[in-house]
Each structure stands twice: as C-alpha cells, then as structure tokens.
C-alpha cells in the first residue's frame, strides 16, 4: 500500500500548495476506511514541509520519483519517504528516509536502542537510523523488484526539529556502527540532508524505479534465505524425531503439491512437538523461495524463538521480525496475498471481542489472506472466551472458502521426557478429560511433586537453575497485577502473596514480558500463561492459586470466579461456571506441561492439595 506516489515537481507544488496532506488523507481513508489519528496527521503536516525544502533545495531533477508512507509487504511498517532516481554514474538508486519530530532522547547501554518520549510517557526504541536502515533491509530482502532490477538503496534518518546537544546522546560511541552506514541528519545538517540526497539520485529519471519498487513481487531474496538458513542448520533445537519427521513431510508435500486454496490442521497435546514442526516447515518453505510467514499469537513465544534463533542479536533479530508475526495483522489483507501462512498455537486467535484487534475472526482473515495455511492446534490449550482457534472452527471457515482441509494428529509425548503417563495423569486429576493411562509414569525419568509451602517450591526451583538447567515459577492469574503506571514496569511489586507462609513475589516484568522466559531476572518473578504458552524449560514449579478449588463433597474441580483476575479471561462467564472451570483448567493444565523434566506444585486451595495428594497416592 503506497498513500502518495508521484515526482518530484508534484510533490514540491502540493508542499507549496498546502495540498499534499490533504492527497494523502484522502489515500488513507480510501485504503483503511477511516480518518487518520490526529498525530499522524500532524506529524505529515510537519515533516513534510522540512522534506519538500530538502528536496527543492536538493536541486534535484523533477522527475524524481517520490513515494510516501509505503507499506513494506509482508509486513505492515510504512516507510515515511522514499525518493527515487539515478546518480551521476546512472545507477538506478532510491533513498529511504525516516523521518522524526523528536527534540530529545537519551541514549541506553544496548547498541541501537534509545530512549525517547513517545504517546505520553518514555519508551525504549530503536535509534532512528537503526530504523532506516532495517526498513532498507526489509526493502532489500523481501521486494523482487530490487534484486532483478540491481536499483541499489540507501538510507538516512531526518530529525528536523532536534537541536544537537553537547555531548549528543543519539551519537554515543554504542550507535557508531549504525551512524557509519546510514547518516542521521538534526536540524542543523539540512544542507548534509542535501547533498546526499543529490548524490544517489541527482541525474533524475526516477519514475521507471519508483514504478518497479511499487510493483516488485514480494517474495524471499536468496539473501535472505541464506541468512535465514544459517539460523536453522545445525541447531539441535530443531530436530525432528519420529512423527514429527512424518508431519512434517506430509506438509511440505502438501504444499508443494497444492493447486488450490489449502487448510492443513496439526493437532496435538503439550510437548508432542508442535512447535518444532512448524518452524522445521517454515523454514522449508521459504528455501523454497515462497512468500510465507509464521504467525503466533502470543508474542512472548515470537520473542523467545526470535531470540534463539538470531543468538541475541538485535540487528539479526530485526532482519528476520517481519517473517514473524502476531495474528492481528491480517485484517486488512487482501485474499491469497502470501502463498503460506504457518500459524503456531493456533487455539490463541481470537475474536472480535480481543482487544486492539478490528476484524471479527482471525481464522477467517489468516485463510482468507493465504493460499494455503497451516494452523497448529491443541483444543484444550484455550484460556479466554475470545480464543476461537479450534480445529471446528479452522474446518468451519475453510469450507467458506472452499478450501481443501487435510487433519493430522499428533500423539507421541516428547517434552515430559516421554512421561505421556503423566500429561493424561493431570487431565484426569483436573477432569479435564478421562483417559486410559492415568495410573503413572516412569519416575525415574520425569520428576514430579506436591509441595506444602510455595517456598519450598521457589527453593527448587532456584536449586535447579544453579545446577546449570532452566527453570521458572508460574502461577495462575488468581492475584491482582499492579499496573504500570502505580510503579510496577518492571517487577518492582510483590503481587503475588501468600501471606500464611510469608510469601511474596512479584508477576513477570511489563518491560521485558517478552524476555521473561530467558532473562536471569525472570528467575525472581513469577511467569502467567501469557509469557510461557508455548515455551518450555527443564523444570517448573506451579502455583495453583485460589481460582482453581475442589468440593469434597461432589468430588469436583471448579474454578472460583471470584478469585480470577483475568477480566477478559472471565469475560461474560460469571453464570457459565462450567465453562470458567474449562479455561482456568486449560490454564493449569498448559503451565504444568511446561517442564521437560520435572514439575512441582503447590496448590492454595487445601482442599485441592489433598484431592492432588490422594490421586498421587495411586500413581
């Protein structure tokens, strides 16, 4: 999506005419069916009056090509301004610029991240040319047009109204590698602005380039499928074992094979492998060259295996973000835009009761936008009414679109250290479901244990890490979350009390929920399901709060509605206890089946702890 595509010498006359916010306003509603917020409109209205200055002032020929707020497919960042045109040597080049009303920042200790007020408050973000430059690199990577065609890019950051400072904090030695291949010009640099924008595109004849970047097919450049396959080989985090080997070949043969629209299903518990499939497959398919993203609801899950995968690095992390995605984004997307989409934990989307998301079933947007999809799914893994991704939902909306379903199953248990015995052991001790081996597991291989004091289990926990394996605490959501703006950004309040045991930690940092899982920090805070569906660790200890009870007297699990601070969670549930109990046990159950090698709980409700106790006894 483009908002203004056109050249030079019109756009220096809408400038001068006070007419080039009104054409992009008008582009902007025609495209999302609504009015811009009033800061991004602003925010055109100052920025570009300093760049139509800059490039009349360029002296650059009119027939430049200029293109503002480009969406750069397949994500859905927008470049704010792109000129177009040949050098002196006619090199086909375009110039990327990223442009800023900040008149302030702070520098941090990490290479390429600063810290600069934004929507009210200070936000950590990335260095405004580190932006330019992976909004170039995504343009590199991911549009044919530059490749086929050898138009080179380049790329700069403009902060028109930002005085420099003495020292400059956006200059500090930590940002020089980035600063070294893409300029950032203040408010003062207007003239520097302007001599490198006449270099790359001072001889004109832009509008054949302009032409070819809008209408470049969006596909992998071999690049970029290197550099993803550097990633992938030789990490044993993605080897297949057995089934899973099976599954995913039946995908890729699948999708190699398919002449219409397609719907794969992948069902499977906890720790049969879901997660490796999908990224084994993914991989695959864009060696294939293949327009494909992975989608995964939650983003503490994207976090974790973006982060495995680049080895902590944010310049590889930033490359290979856009492949990456939440499920919101396709709402917008018009049909069979990408060839695959490969959707892990796919129980997570949502419903047009979620909040920020503007459609009405992501199901529909994410088979309506691909041509063939792949949804990985564990029906008893739904933890909030607005989780619709069930295998009965993904089939219901295929046949809308008359798209072909094939269904694989998964049974094999390969995270609890083969301990299938105890994954049905705690459906069964949660009635979750009744199962034909629920009597024991081999205990040797897999530890588990009832613990009477929550610090007991933080004792465990804590030795485990410091013999050298990954371990967390988690908890269900069944005590109150101090929000951000009482001091509580970054875990700095013990929420979590269990006061008869002189217990007190706090929820997962709100800076760094993302992280969580694999910081040192996360160790002394308590994980929810939101930062930990999906992941795994060696051992983990659970919190069974009081949301999660047992009547002695009818024999049943049930959830309290009183005690579960999930508001979405318990959205419209208060007369459907039945259904609360569902989810709150769907919870449990998912943070239980986190460890690999062992797991411990303490339960709040004593009532609970026994009925755990005298199913224990039998194992």
């Known amino acids: 999506m483009i908002l203004y595509s056109s050249n030079a010498i019109d756009f220096k006359n809408s400038v001068d005419n006070n007419t080039i916010v009104d054409k992009i306003e008008e582009s902007y509603i025609n495209a999302f069916g609504r009015y811009p917020i009033r800061g991004e409109k602003q925010s055109w209205n100052n920025s570009l009056q300093f760049m139509g200055n800059a490039v009349r002032n360029s002296q650059v020929p009119d027939d430049c090509g200029v293109l503002i707020e480009f969406t750069l497919p397949p994500s859905s960042k927008r470049v704010d301004f792109i000129i177009s045109g040949k050098n002196d040597e006619s090199q086909d080049n375009c110039v990327i610029v990223e442009l800023k009303q900040w ?49 080179s890019s380049h790329a700069c950051s403009y902060l028109h109204n930002y005085a420099e400072k003495s020292p400059e904090p956006l200059k500090s030695p930590q940002y020089n590698n980035i600063l070294d291949i893409t300029p950032m010009f203040l408010k003062h640099d207007i003239e520097n602005l302007q001599v490198f924008i006449k270099k790359h595109v001072g001889a004109g004849k832009g509008m054949d380039i302009l032409y070819q970047i809008e209408n470049g097919e969006i596909k992998p450049s071999k690049k970029l499928i290197e550099y993803v396959a550097s990633l992938f080989e030789g990490n044993n985090e993605f080897v297949l074992l057995d089934e899973q080997k099976v599954a995913y070949s039946t995908i890729i043969n699948i999708t190699k094979k398919a002449k219409c629209k397609s719907t794969i299903i992948v069902k499977g518990g906890p720790g049969t492998g879901k997660s490796v499939i999908s990224l084994n497959s993914f991989y695959q398919l864009i060696k294939d060259g293949r327009n494909i993203k992975f989608v995964a609801p939650n983003a503490a899950f994207r976090g974790v295996v973006l982060e495995h995968l680049t080895k902590n690095s944010v310049r590889g992390k930033n490359r290979i973000n856009h492949l990456f995605t939440g499920s919101s984004q396709f709402v917008h997307a018009q049909p069979n835009t990408f060839d695959i989409l490969v959707v892990d934990e796919a ?39 607005e989780d619709i991704g069930t295998s009965s939902e993904i089939k219901r909306i295929a046949a809308q679109y008359k798209s072909t379903v094939y269904e694989l199953e998964l049974q094999a248990q390969f995270r609890c250290t083969g301990a299938e015995g105890f994954i049905n052991w705690i459906d069964t001790v949660l009635q979750i479901r009744e199962t034909g081996n629920f009597n024991g597991w081999d205990k040797e291989l897999f530890d588990f244990s009832l613990v009477d004091c929550p610090n007991e289990l933080r004792e465990i926990i804590n030795n485990k890490n410091n013999n050298g394996r990954t371990a967390r605490i988690v908890a269900g959501y069944a005590w109150k979350w101090t929000n951000e703006t009482s001091g509580n950004r970054n875990g700095e309040i013990d929420d979590v009390i269990i006061p008869e045991h002189n217990f007190s930690m706090p929820w997962n940092s709100r800076a760094n929920r993302e992280m969580w899982a694999v910081r040192p920090e996360g160790l002394n805070q308590i994980g929810c399901i939101h930062t930990s569906q999906g992941l795994e660790f060696d051992y983990i200890g659970v919190i069974i709060g009081a949301d999660l009870k047992f009547d002695p007297g009818n024999k049943k ?42 797991c411990y709980i303490y339960c709040v409700d004593k009532n609970l702890q026994k009925h755990f106790k005298e199913r224990l006894q039998k194992t």
């Open 103 to 151: 008149d302030a920042a702070q520098a941090t200790d990490r290479e390429d991240i600063v810290t600069a007020f934004i929507a009210g408050k200070q936000r950590d973000v990335t260095h405004p040319s580190y932006q330019a430059w992976s909004y170039k690199q995504m343009l590199d990577d991911m549009n044919t047009a530059i490749h086929l065609h050898s138009i």
């Open 347 to 385: 129980h997570r989307l949502k419903d047009g009761s979620a909040y920020m998301y503007q459609g009405d079933n992501q199901v529909d947007d994410i088979i309506k936008a691909s041509k063939v999809n792949v949804f990985f799914v564990d029906d008893a893994q739904r933890i909030r009414p």
């Open 557 to 598: 699990v049930y959830a309290s509605y009183n005690n579960y601070e999930d508001s979405p969670g318990k959205k419209g549930l208060k007369n459907k206890p039945e259904k609360l109990t569902e989810l709150v046990c769907n919870v449990y159950r998912t943070l239980i089946s986190r460890g690999m090698r062992g």
